[in-house]
C-alpha cells in the first residue's frame, strides 16, 4: 500500500495509486447544496488535498474519478473555469510579498482569458473582477474559486506586526469583496484555512460564507474515521499488531488513543488526524509525527503572553463564540488553540448548547504540553531526558529517585520564573507547575486533582505494578500532605487492588522553588 504523505495533488494519488480515501459523496454534495463555503481545519488535516479533489471535479476531469461514489451521482461533468489561490509556500513577514502574489495570479488569468491588464484604472480586485466576468462570458459556465490557507498572510505577522497585519487584512478584504459584485458569475466558492477571523474581518467584504467548520454533515470531509480506517487499513493495522505483538484490537486502541478523538461537531463523530496516521502505517511504528512537524509560529507568540494556565482552559465548556471566532485585537489564544487542533469537542450538552473542550488524543496532550512546560518554566534540564528518567523511576517503584529527580527538575527552573511576590500567584504557580509536571508523564494513567467522595486528592498516577497517591502543600510539610491522604481516605478505593500501592506527601518551598520534604509511606508499612 501506498501512502500519500505530504501528496496533496488528487491526480497524482490516483495515478500513482496511493491509497484514496473516497470522500467524493460529500464533494457532490458539497457542491450541489450550496455556493460559497468557508472550511476551517487544523494543517496537515486534507484541507490541499479537498481544493485539489474539487478543483479536478470542476474541471470535469471524470476519467480520474472513476469508481469513485462520485462516479455513479455526477451525471454532467460540466467544465468551468476553476481560480485556485493558494498561500502555503510563500513567507508573508515581508512587505508586498502579499500583493506580489495576488498580482501574479491575477495577471495569469489575465493572459489566459487574453485581457489587457488595467493596472492604471483598477485595482486587484478589480482586475480579478474582470477576468471573472470574461471568463463567464467565454466558456458559457459560471467560475469557481478555491482559496486554500486563506489566512496565511495574516497569521504569518500575526501578533509580530500589527501594521503589516492590518495592511494583509485590508488588501485580502479588497479582493475577497470581489464575490460580491461577481455573484452572477460565479458557480462555487471554497475558502479553507485554519482560523476563522472575526470584527475587521476579510470576511466582511462579501457575502457571508456559509461556515461548515462544524457543521455536522461535512463533519468528515477532512480526516479519518474509524470506520474508514477498518475498510481502508485492515492489513497495515495487521502488520502493525505483529510489530508490536498485540493483537489487532489492542493495536486499533493504541492507535486511536494516540491519533483518534477530533470532533469538529455536536454529532461528535470520531476524527482521526490523517497525517500522523499515515505516517504511522508507512514507518510501521507509533511516535508523533503531527506533533513534531512544528508548532506554528503565531500560537507560540501568542502563549507567550497569556495570562491564564492550561489546567484552567482544559475540561470545561464553553459556547461556540467563545472558541471559535478569533478576535485579533482582544489576548484571548482559546480559539487559536481550538482551531489549530490542540485542544478539540469533547462532549456537547445540548440544553446549554455549550461544549466541551480538552486534548483530541495523547500525541496532542504530550506534545503541546511538553512545548507549554519548556516555555513557562524554562528548566536548564532538558524535558524528554527527564521523561524518560521519571518513567524508569516510576515502573521500578523507586520512590527515593523519584524525589530526586522532581527535586532536581524543580531546581533547573530559574528563579525569574518562580518568583512570585502575590500569594495568590504563588499558590496558581505551584499548582500549575505541578499539573504539567504530572500532565508531562501521563504515559500512564495520571488523574490530576481527582475527585472522590470524601474530597479531592493531588494527583493518582497508575502503571501496570504500581499506584502512586499524591498530595502536595505549599510551603507545608510532608506529614502534613500524608495526614491528609490518611484522613479523606484517597486509598480506600484501592484496597482490593493488586498492585503496589504508595502514599506520597511532599511540600514546595516557595523559598527555594524546589521540593522541601518528602515523604513517601511504603507497601510494608501501611
Not at 476579510?202 to 457575502?207: D, E, R
Request: aromatic share 14%; hydrophobic share 35%; glycine share 6%.
Amino acid at each position: 500500500m501506498k501512502y500519500p504523505i505530504g501528496i496533496q495533488s488528487f491526480e497524482q494519488i490516483i495515478e500513482d495509486g496511493y491509497v484514496y480515501i473516497d470522500k467524493t459523496d460529500l464533494v457532490y454534495k458539497l457542491t450541489h447544496e450550496g455556493k460559497i463555503y468557508f472550511l476551517s481545519r487544523p494543517r496537515r488535516f486534507g484541507k490541499s488535498l479537498l481544493v485539489s479533489t474539487l478543483k479536478n471535479y470542476y474541471l470535469g476531469h471524470k476519467e480520474l474519478f472513476k469508481g469513485l461514489k462520485i462516479d455513479s451521482l455526477e451525471k454532467d461533468w460540466n467544465v468551468h473555469p476553476v481560480f485556485h489561490v493558494d498561500f502555503n509556500g510563500s513567507n508573508f513577514l515581508e512587505e508586498g510579498v502579499l500583493e506580489k502574489r495576488l498580482y501574479a495570479y491575477v495577471r495569469d488569468w489575465e493572459r489566459q482569458y487574453g485581457l489587457v491588464s488595467d493596472a492604471d484604472s483598477l485595482d486587484l480586485g478589480g482586475r480579478f473582477m474582470e477576468v471573472l466576468r470574461v471568463a463567464h462570458e467565454q466558456t458559457g459556465r459560471r467560475a469557481v474559486v478555491l482559496i486554500d490557507e486563506y489566512d496565511k498572510p495574516i497569521l504569518d505577522v500575526l501578533d509580530t506586526d500589527s501594521g503589516l497585519e492590518d495592511r494583509h487584512r485590508n488588501v485580502l478584504k479588497g479582493f475577497y469583496s470581489v464575490f460580491k459584485v461577481a455573484d452572477s458569475h460565479l458557480q462555487f466558492v471554497l475558502l479553507t484555512g485554519v482560523t476563522k477571523f472575526s470584527q475587521v474581518s476579510v470576511f466582511s467584504g462579501f457575502n457571508q460564507p456559509d461556515d461548515i467548520s462544524m457543521d455536522a454533515r461535512y463533519e468528515t470531509l477532512c480526516g479519518i474515521t474509524q470506520e474508514e480506517l477498518r475498510d481502508y487499513f485492515s492489513e497495515p493495522v495487521r502488520d502493525m499488531a505483529s510489530v508490536y505483538h498485540c493483537t489487532e484490537e489492542e493495536m486499533m486502541q493504541r492507535l486511536k488513543g494516540q491519533y483518534d478523538g477530533y470532533h469538529f461537531s455536536d454529532s461528535l463523530t470520531d476524527v482521526y488526524n490523517p497525517f500522523s496516521l499515515l505516517n504511522a502505517f508507512n514507518k510501521k511504528s507509533i511516535r508523533d509525527y503531527w506533533f513534531s512537524s512544528g508548532t506554528p509560529t503565531y500560537l507560540i507568540r501568542l502563549l507567550a503572553h497569556f495570562k491564564e494556565n492550561m489546567n484552567e482552559l482544559t475540561g470545561k465548556y464553553y459556547r461556540t463564540e467563545e472558541f471559535i471566532d478569533y478576535k485579533a485585537d482582544v489576548e484571548q489564544p482559546l480559539p487559536m488553540i481550538y482551531q489549530s487542533g490542540y485542544l478539540t469537542i469533547k462532549d456537547y450538552n445540548m440544553r446549554r448548547n455549550t461544549f466541551l473542550l480538552d486534548f483530541p488524543n495523547n500525541e496532542v496532550k504530550n506534545g503541546f504540553l511538553t512545548a507549554i512546560a519548556t516555555s513557562y518554566l524554562q528548566p536548564k534540564k532538558r524535558v524528554e531526558g527527564w521523561i524518560f528518567d521519571v518513567l524508569d523511576a516510576l515502573e521500578g517503584g523507586d520512590t527515593g529517585r523519584l524525589c530526586n529527580l522532581f527535586t532536581s527538575f524543580l531546581s533547573s527552573i530559574p528563579y525569574t520564573m518562580r518568583h512570585k511576590d502575590d500569594e495568590v500567584e504563588r499558590e496558581r504557580y505551584f499548582q500549575y507547575t505541578f499539573y504539567l509536571i504530572l500532565r508531562l508523564i501521563s504515559v500512564y494513567t495520571v488523574y490530576v486533582e481527582k475527585v472522590q467522595s470524601q474530597g479531592r486528592v493531588d494527583c493518582v498516577l497508575e502503571t501496570p505494578q504500581y499506584v502512586y497517591i499524591f498530595e502536595f502543600k505549599l510551603d507545608g510539610t510532608a506529614d502534613d500532605a500524608l495526614r491528609q491522604i490518611e484522613e479523606k481516605g484517597y486509598a480506600n478505593e484501592y484496597a482490593s487492588d493488586t498492585r503496589t500501592l504508595y502514599k506520597i506527601g511532599a511540600s514546595f518551598s516557595s523559598e527555594t522553588g524546589t521540593i522541601g520534604d518528602w515523604k513517601c509511606i511504603e507497601p510494608n508499612k501501611q
